[in-house]
């Protein structure tokens, strides 16, 4: 069962507009989330996250928005550029349930066109 | 710091046969897991350790999946027998945890295809 949902399999931007990805999730107990960019055989990395105290989380181009009473979130990436295409996974947690484990979303792959 | 070391990064081995993947977490790091990438799944916790003990090993999918962590720095995930449906890419993942979420870092992962 899927407890974090990531809708658009790929999305396709222009290089300086803005990339918005979304996320949804079902367990009201995550509260913390995170989103993670991963590159062609490569391990996913760290990109940004955010807790649940919090509804915006800004990183310089990059940032994280949740809406807890719809359960979403979003990452935007302004401005877009050639080198973030990549597939982009949404994760959550829950500090009272199985530690901290993320759990990840399918995936959203990206691509920046020129 | 080398980050989260995984191998081997291809194994290409015949059903029925043994399949022992490695990690190294990254020093100092307390909590390990165990993810497997597929195309239909995504990426799916196998199993998560704290401080080399197996807290949740819910995801692992069937006996025939094993995973073992005899010390700090060292983790297997053993596949025995194999199956061409356990064809994944198998990633470790460590992380710090200490009473607060953090991230988790992942290694560059194990692309296993059982013919």
């Known amino acids: 069962d899927q407890q974090v949902k990531q809708n658009s399999p790929s999305l396709s931007v222009q290089e300086g507009r803005i990339s918005i990805l979304n996320c949804d999730y079902t367990n009201s107990m995550f509260d913390y989330f995170l989103w993670y960019k991963k590159y062609p055989a490569e391990g996913p990395t760290f990109l940004i996250s955010?807790?649940?105290?919090?509804d915006k989380n800004e990183d310089g181009r990059f940032t994280v928005f949740l809406n807890k009473s719809a359960k979403h979130l979003s990452l935007h990436i302004v401005p877009s550029q050639p080198g973030d295409s990549a597939v982009y996974f949404c994760a959550a947690s829950a500090s009272r349930n199985s530690g901290y484990a993320l759990n990840f979303g399918k995936g959203t792959s990206l691509l920046v066109t020129p | 710091d080398a980050g989260v070391i995984q191998s081997p990064r291809h194994e290409v081995t015949e059903m029925g046969q043994e399949v022992t993947l490695r990690c190294k977490p990254i020093s100092g790091h307390n909590s390990l897991f165990w993810y497997r990438q597929t195309m239909m799944r995504g990426l799916e916790l196998l199993i998560y350790f704290n401080n080399n003990v197996p807290i949740d090993d819910s995801g692992m999918p069937e006996d025939r999946f094993s995973a073992k962590m005899p010390n700090a720095s060292f983790s297997t995930l053993k596949i025995q027998p194999s199956e061409p449906r356990d064809s994944a890419v198998y990633f470790c993942?460590?992380?710090?945890?200490?009473?607060?979420?953090?991230?988790?870092?992942f290694g560059q992962g194990t692309r296993l295809t059982v013919v």
């Open positions: 993942a460590s992380s710090l945890q200490l009473g607060r979420n953090t991230e988790a870092f």
């Open positions: 955010i807790s649940s105290i919090k």
